[in-house]
């Protein structure tokens, strides 16, 4: 898998060929993996704090449909981090914390970023927005992805829309498409069950997307980025 995930991330097709010559995986085998397989690391960012939040099931759920597609996810959820309201981000810090140091690690391993979030008064949550402010270059030249989701018909949009452009400041474009889950409730049960099968095909066209802009990106940033 992890000779698959190299050469098909970070080599063209024809110097792929080339190189598996010497090696065990014969080159028609690697055309079709690589047509099925692709790996990769994606933080999944928790928007909500709230104790009866229903973006848990969400955040989840997108978890679950990612490890499905055999990628590693960092789960970064903001309750569990606890994190203080910003003062230094994490380059400015002296001694910065084990917790704050191993978050770190993990935005910088992420090839990819997808935020799901809620919105409030027309706009993404103060507790994802603190979160992502504590870092800078380990988001640099990676794609985003947004998530939101409303109790009411139109699923988190004005918030998708404001994550759009603190993102683009934090140099992780966000893909053209985003995934809203309006009436959240009536999607997902209390145990995070989904309850309309139709997401499952939504989703499936979304991260279909998604996975492309981490392919382009990873191949472009082995080749050198501007800065």
Known sequence: M????????????????????????????????????????????VGSVRRDRKGIRVAKWIKIKLQERNHKVYFIDPMELDLPLLD??????????????????KIKDAE?????????????????????????????????A??????GMFGGINAAQQLRMIFAELGAPTIPSSF??????????????????????????????FEWYISALTNQRAHGTPY
């Open 146 to 151: 947004i998530v939101s989701y409303s109790p």
């Open 2 to 45: 992890s000779i698959i995930k190299t050469i098909y991330n970070h080599l063209n097709f024809i110097k792929a060929i080339a190189i598996l010559q010497n090696n065990t995986i014969a080159p028609t085998t690697l055309i079709t993996l690589c047509s099925f397989i692709f790996v990769a690391n994606v933080a999944v960012f």
């Open 180 to 209: 809203a889950i309006p009436y959240v409730h009536k999607i997902f049960d209390e145990n995070g069950n989904l309850i309309d099968e139709l997401y499952n095909k939504r989703v499936g066209k979304f991260l279909d997307e």
């Open 112 to 144: 990819g970023y997808i935020s799901v979030t809620p919105e409030y008064n027309r706009s993404t949550s103060s507790a994802l927005k603190n979160t992502l402010d504590y870092f800078l270059e380990e988001y640099y030249f990676k794609p985003s």
């Open 88 to 105: 230094r981000m994490y380059k400015e810090m002296d001694n910065p914390s084990q917790k704050l140091a191993e978050l770190r690690n």
